[in-house]
C-alpha cells in the first residue's frame, strides 16, 4: 500500500510542477473520443460479465460496447500526462441470473431442505439473528432472498492516469513514466484493484516503427511483469485519408505462470480525424484467463476428474448451462444421479472451453488543441 501511494503521490507531485506553468504555451492537447465493441486488456475480456447476464455462452465477442475516451497533455521536452477511461454503454447494473432464493449474491440455496417451498423459506429465515439482520443489508447477504450476482459491467469502468517521458537520441527513442490504475466506482474495489505500473519502452533509431515496451507492476514487481513487442505504421491514401496497422505480442511473467499472453493485430482507416478499425486477439496461453484460478487450484494436476476443474485446462463454468431455473433444475438432478454412483465427492458443473481467439471493432474521431 505505501508503495501505491508513494508511486501516486509522485505522479501528482510532477504533473503539478512549476514546469507546466511556466512553458504553458509550448503545451498542446490531443483528445480522442473512441468506442469499442468489446473491452480487451492484454487479452482479458473484461466485460465477459454480458454473457453472464444473458445466459451466453463466452465467445469471440460476446462483450459490450464502451466508451474509451482519452486526453494527453503534452508538455515541453517530451513530458505528457494521459487520462484514459472506459466505460460500459449497457449492461451495467448487476442482474439475478440464477433466479434462487439465497442466503447471499452467487450463494447457495438459502433453505433447510435443499427445495424452495413454504416451510423451508420460514426455516431458512428464522436461522437469520437479530443482530445479523440489523448491523447487515441485503446486499452483503444478511437475510436471504433473491439476490442479483455480481455481474454488472459499471464493475469493469476504469480511469488510468499516465505520467510519462519520450525522448529521441541517436541511440535511439527511449521512454519511461507511471501509470496508475483507478476503478471509480464502489463496486470495483475488490474486482479492480487500484495499482500502479512503472514502463519503459524503447525503438532503435532506424525502425522506429518497432518497439519494445516493459511493465512492471509496484505492488508485486517480478510477481506482475508484462512484456510487449509492437511493430506498427501507417500509409497516407491522400492528404486526408490514411491506412494503418499494428501487430503485438505480449508476454506475461506472474507468479508460478510465464508465457505468450497475447498476439493482436489491428487494421484501421483514418479520414479527416475519425478512425474505423477491426483487431483480433489470439491467447496463445489461455492458463492467464481461466479464472477456476480463484480457487488456488493451479498446479495443473487432472483433479476435473473429481468433479473440479484446474487453471491449466482452460475450461470454465458455461454461463448458457448454468444460469437460470430449469439449468438449475437439470444439474441437480444429474448431481444426484452422480452423487448415488460415486458416493459423493463429486460436483458436477456444466464447463466450456475459453475462446482462444477474440475480435472487436473501434470507431473514434480525434483532434487537437
Known amino acids: ?15 503539478s510542477a512549476p514546469v507546466f506553468a511556466e512553458d504553458l504555451p509550448d503545451v498542446n492537447v490531443d483528445v480522442g473520443l473512441n468506442f469499442v465493441s468489446n473491452y480487451i486488456f492484454r487479452g482479458a475480456d473484461l466485460h465477459q460479465g454480458r454473457a453472464q447476464q444473458k445466459g451466453e ?9 464502451a466508451f474509451q475516451p482519452t486526453i494527453t497533455f503534452n508538455g515541453p521536452s517530451g513530458l505528457f500526462f494521459n487520462i484514459w477511461g472506459s466505460f460500459a454503454t449497457a449492461g451495467r447494473k448487476d ?28 426455516a431458512a429465515y428464522q436461522s437469520v439473528t437479530l443482530a445479523q439482520a440489523l448491523s447487515q443489508d441485503r446486499r452483503v447477504g444478511a437475510v ?57 519502452t524503447y525503438a532503435l533509431p532506424f525502425l522506429t516503427e518497432l518497439t519494445f515496451s516493459y511493465y512492471t507492476d509496484t505492488e508485486a514487481f517480478n510477481d506482475a511483469n508484462y512484456y510487449n513487442l509492437a511493430y506498427g505504421s501507417s500509409v497516407s491514401m491522400t492528404d486526408d485519408l490514411s491506412l494503418s496497422y499494428k501487430v503485438a505480442a505480449g508476454y506475461g511473467a506472474q507468479n508460478r505462470l510465464q508465457g505468450w499472453q497475447d498476439v493482436t493485430g489491428t487494421i484501421g482507416v483514418s479520414f479527416s ?20 484460478n480463484a480457487t488456488g487450484n493451479n498446479d495443473g494436476s487432472a483433479a476435473w476428474l473429481n468433479g473440479t476443474s484446474t487453471r491449466g485446462d482452460g475450461l470454465v463454468a458455461d454461463p448458457a448451462r448454468n444460469n437460470g431455473p430449469i439449468n438449475s433444475y437439470i444439474n441437480s438432478a444429474i448431481q444426484a444421479q452422480l452423487t448415488q454412483l460415486t458416493g459423493g465427492g463429486y460436483t458436477y458443473t456444466p464447463r466450456q472451453k475459453l475462446p482462444t481467439g477474440l475480435w472487436f471493432v473501434n470507431v473514434g474521431y480525434s483532434f487537437s488543441i
Do not use: C
Not at 500500500?1 to 504533473?15: E, G, Q, R, W
Not at 480525424?273 to 477456476?292: E, H, L, M, Q
Open 273 to 292: 480525424g475519425f478512425t474505423v478499425g477491426f483487431n483480433y486477439v489470439y491467447r496463445p496461453d489461455i492458463r492467464f484467463f481461466d479464472t477456476d
Open 1 to 15: 500500500m505505501l508503495k501505491k501511494i508513494s508511486a501516486f503521490s509522485l505522479m501528482l507531485t510532477l504533473t
Open 95 to 122: 442482474t439475478d441470473t440464477d433466479l434462487r432464493f439465497q442466503s447471499a449474491p452467487g450463494g447457495a440455496v438459502a433453505t433447510t431442505t435443499g427445495n424452495v417451498d413454504a416451510p423451508s423459506i420460514v
Open 144 to 200: 436471504p432472498g433473491f439476490y442479483k450476482e455480481a455481474n454488472g459491467l459499471e464493475r469493469a469502468d476504469e480511469i488510468d492516469l499516465t505520467l510519462g517521458y519520450n525522448t529521441s537520441t541517436k541511440e535511439g527513442n527511449f521512454g519511461f513514466g507511471l501509470v496508475h490504475y483507478t476503478g471509480p466506482n464502489p463496486d470495483t474495489k475488490t474486482a479492480f484493484p487500484q495499482t500502479t505500473e512503472v514502463f519503459f
Open 57 to 65: 455462452s463466452y465467445g469471440a465477442n460476446t462483450g459490450e460496447w
